[in-house]
């Protein structure tokens, strides 16, 4: 049986070339004791890999030039030489990148069996909602009543980050990019403020406009001007998760951090990253209290979706344009 994957031929410097990620097809080898093969049904693509297209190592591991790349995938078991995978089996794996997955049974789990659509656990039930409940619990302990500031607001992560936010009390605010991620976030019920064009000036002006009582916690998805001008309205004893930062993902040479870090002095705030990660032992928890709301429609998500394993890479670079609301995700 053959497989299609996609591997990367270079380490890129700068935004990716589309001809950086190559198809190729490979004879599956016969299952050994312990393995199971997968039908992949979805893929995820997250702004996290590119890091791992640099060829350094960080808190991860990088691609490998020519070999298949990876990531998070839903599928269903097609063989299986694992009595606790039976054909049939819906699983999450990390062999993504590909139509058909083999490997040992211990990298797989089962889908857990909230009544959601399957593809829910790569996003608002999968690795981005984990991120986002950790973030705000865990990193930056939100309490009842906090002003919360988010960027990347419409994104995977950071949809749900407002959503459970909001569900605290006090004011919200997302940072976002396209009118119809502003108006996204407006219509369920989170103040909205766009960035583009803006320089840090300006964007501290109208989150200051948002919160005049400024923010006891922001959640950081981008960095760049959107740091810069949150840190200008932070209130005393803030506290800073830092997720990611797209906004460096691309560059070719390092950029200059903000230059008002004497804020997190002035404020007397904390600022902490993390990788959700290390945080997985903790995934159970987050399941039981946010699994029944996405399962009753209390907690809302958004998709957009690619066709097709070919349309991957498309799906991957379109991430570093803004062009997704939600979770990107490949359907195969």
């Excluded at 030489?81 to 490997?103: N, Y």
Aim: glycine share 12%.
């Amino acid at each position: 049986m053959q497989a299609s994957y996609f591997t990367i031929n270079d380490h890129p410097q700068g935004t990716p070339a589309r001809e950086l990620f190559e198809l190729h097809q490979a004879e599956l080898p016969e299952l050994a004791d312990g393995e199971v093969r997968v039908r992949n049904t979805w893929l995820s693509v997250d702004p996290y890999m590119r890091g791992r297209m640099s060829g350094v190592t960080t808190y991860i591991e990088p691609f490998a030039l020519h070999a298949p790349l990876e990531g998070a995938a839903i599928g269903e078991v097609i063989q299986s030489r694992d009595t606790a995978f039976p054909v049939g089996t819906k699983v999450r794996h990390m062999a993504g990148w590909r139509d058909l997955a083999q490997l040992p049974g211990n990298q797989l789990e089962p889908l857990p069996d909230f009544k959601v659509p399957e593809q829910a656990y790569l996003g608002v039930l999968g690795m981005p909602g984990m991120t986002a409940w950790t973030g705000l619990n865990r990193i930056a302990g939100m309490k009842e009543g906090d002003n919360v500031l988010v960027s990347g607001a419409a994104g995977a992560v950071g949809s749900l980050a407002v959503q459970l936010a909001r569900a605290k009390g006090g004011t919200v605010v997302g940072i976002a990019g396209s009118r119809e991620k502003l108006d996204w976030l407006e219509s369920r019920g989170i103040k909205a403020v766009g960035y583009k064009g803006k320089d840090a000036a300006e964007l501290t002006e109208a989150l200051q406009a948002a919160c005049p009582e400024g923010f006891d916690v922001y959640y950081e998805n981008v960095g760049g001007v959107c740091l810069e001008a949150a840190l200008n309205t932070l209130r005393v004893g803030a506290r800073i998760a830092v997720c990611g930062m797209i906004a460096r993902y691309n560059e070719a040479t390092p950029s200059p951090g903000p230059g008002n870090l004497a804020m997190i002095l002035i404020r007397r705030a904390r600022m902490e990253g993390f990788i959700v990660f290390d945080h997985w032992a903790h995934y159970p928890q987050f399941l039981e209290e946010v699994g029944p709301q996405v399962e009753s429609g209390r907690l809302d998500y958004e998709e957009t979706v690619e066709d097709g394993l070919e349309r991957t890479p498309d799906a991957f670079l379109k991430l570093f344009a803004g062009a997704n609301r939600g979770k990107m995700l490949v359907r195969l």
